[in-house]
């Protein structure tokens, strides 16, 4: 079948199941964009800034489990997606990131939004294609998609010269997608297995503890069923939170510099940690020489190169989580260990979540309240900063790829493209954006996509007029000594809104919220909620550093 190469790509996307891309034209690209015109089954959604597509892609990936795909021109257009690939690399999230490059007679001479986009994202992606010959675009894209979604997911980008998308080509749908060297491993050795079973046999405190890994390999269900045969107590790392039902009553809730004082406090007395999908990463073991002092550790990760990287373990299982737990259950024998269940539940008691409710809206006050209404079956997106702690803290979500987060790269303006792409990957679900009035500014241009796009999403600004972790920080190292982090000019947010024709609603004091809440969610369209707070409120508990994991500032 004759077509232009243009017209292959989108065919490709179109057999591996592709039904929706998002993206902002250009010159380079502009041969897709005419060929879309003929794939009305393509839904193209468009953004407002290049980085907007590639965080709505993650969004979109991150609820459907499902490879997200995101397009842009060459130059500023590939240059402003880097940020959220780097975003989608960090946190192991499959995308296909296609870019258009200038002619290859061009490529070189430092033409007209010339770039070397495959140059500048070799250190954050999983591989990334210069495709300079028409014919090999097919296998491209194949192999592309192969990779972002097999081992552990991650973004590959494909960058296609104008030219080679203006070709003519016969179109074939390739069959050989043998890679060279890349051979992921899934089942774990048998041998390791077995040591894992004997040492969750013999341990008094085991501990799970669960990250992204789990979520990503859908092996929530088996690590509820470890959890339960073994009557072991679970924590989770930001990127592992609704892996396990935050409200079960072996939930402790995340770990590490702002978790819960039980959790760190269980991972510091436990015998045993069953470490899985998670990278060990300094936002959890901030010392790793005395992260879990007392205990022997099973690590499970589809990734070798971070099994032993941080922390020294004792059985390295290589392979995918969720058929690892399968294969462990296999070889166990239900067990509690009555005496660490009563301790871990007097610490409970002893160290919960807390904060001073009273004439002032509290954040956390604001997250529980979204929670109860909710009832924890929402998908909530988090931005960046103190809003994504407290969010973390308090919003106990009930499953897998309904909390979504930015968390190895950290990237403020993440959650509104996030959300959108949510929105549109899962529809049928609340969707809600929790962000500050930092974040949400660097994104904000997207509202007139969500508007476009007519999707329900409710975003509630916690807003203190600053950036507050920043402040927070300034606060603890910097001996209270304030240096830019103060709006003195934020947007009116709820007018924001009604330029576009939208709802905005402002909560000021806690008897205000519960009705803004139930108004927003009940309204067709996107809603700003915004919720005014004191700028001197932190989060905590906050583990400082040099400190041990079980020694936070409470607050």
């Keep these: 079948m004759k077509m232009t190469a243009a017209k292959a790509l989108l065919q490709c996307l179109k057999e591996q199941g592709i039904d929706v891309v998002f993206g902002y034209p250009g010159g380079s690209i502009l041969p897709v964009y005419d060929a879309l015109c003929d794939f009305p089954e393509i839904r ?10 590639v965080h709505a892609a993650d969004g979109y990936a991150r609820v459907t489990g499902k490879v997200g795909v995101c397009m842009a021109t060459s130059g500023p257009g590939a240059t ?19 870019t258009g490059q200038v002619a290859t007679t061009m490529v070189g001479t430092d033409a007209f939004q010339e770039v070397d986009i495959t140059g500048i994202t070799i250190p954050v992606t999983k591989h990334n294609y210069l495709v300079k010959n028409a014919n090999e675009i097919p296998l491209a894209v194949k192999r592309a998609f192969h990779i972002a979604s097999t081992g552990r997911p991650g973004p590959v980008l494909i960058d296609l010269p104008k030219n080679v998308l203006q070709e003519e080509i016969t179109y074939t749908n390739p069959t050989d997608l043998k890679l060279l060297g890349y051979r992921p491993t899934y089942k774990g050795h048998r041998s390791q297995i077995l040591n894992a079973r004997d040492l969750i046999m013999k341990a008094k405190r085991p501990l799970i503890y669960a990250g992204g890994g789990v979520v990503s390999s859908d092996g929530a269900k088996s690590l509820k069923k470890l959890a339960e045969t073994i009557s072991a107590p679970v924590v989770t790392t930001l990127m592992g939170i609704g892996s396990f039902p935050g409200d079960h009553r072996l939930a402790l809730g995340m770990v590490g510099l702002h978790g819960t004082k039980y959790a760190n406090k269980a991972v510091t007395e436990c015998d045993l940690l069953i470490a899985l999908g998670v990278r060990f990463d300094d936002r959890v073991a901030v010392d790793f020489k005395s992260f879990a002092p007392n205990a022997k550790i099973i690590h499970v990760d589809i990734d070798p190169a971070e099994i032993g990287k941080n922390v020294r373990v004792n059985v390295p299982l290589v392979g995918n ?11 166990l024998n239900n067990k509690q260990e009555d005496e660490w269940l009563e301790l871990i539940e007097e610490w409970k008691a002893a160290y919960p979540l807390r904060y001073e409710a009273g004439v002032e809206l509290k954040p956390q006050f604001v997250i529980e309240t979204i929670r109860e209404l909710t009832n924890g079956e929402a998908i909530l997106v988090t931005d960046v900063g103190q809003n994504q702690m407290w969010a973390a803290q308090y919003y106990k979500a009930k499953g897998p790829r309904t909390f979504i987060s930015s968390g190895g790269l950290g990237t403020m303006g993440f959650g509104f493209p996030a959300a959108i792409g949510a929105k549109i990957g899962s529809p049928e679900k609340d969707v ?5 009035d930092g974040g949400f500014q660097m994104n904000m241009q997207e509202f007139g996509t969500a508007m476009e796009q007519g999707l329900s999403i409710k975003i509630i600004i916690i807003n203190n007029s600053s950036l507050g972790m920043v402040r ?3 606060k603890f190292y910097c001996d209270g000594r304030y240096s830019a982090i103060s709006f003195h000019k934020n947007p009116d947010f709820v007018k924001f809104a009604g330029v576009y024709d939208a709802l905005g609603l402002r909560v000021r004091e806690p008897g205000e919220l519960r009705g803004a809440l139930e108004q927003a969610l009940s309204t067709d369209g996107p809603v700003i909620v915004d919720c005014i707070i004191s ?6 508990p906050m583990v400082l550093s040099g400190r041990p994991l079980n020694e936070p500032i409470e607050g």
């Design 472 to 474: 927070q920080l300034q």
């Design 321 to 331: 989580v969720s058929t690892v737990i399968e294969s462990i259950l296999e070889n």
């Design 80 to 98: 402003n997606l880097v940020t959220g690939i780097a975003n989608a690399y960090m946190d192991s999230v499959p995308l296909v990131v296609i």
């Design 432 to 436: 809600i954006l929790i962000t500050g």
């Design 44 to 53: 193209h959604v468009l953004v407002r800034h290049e980085q907007g597509a």
């Design 535 to 540: 700028e001197e409120e932190n989060v905590f």
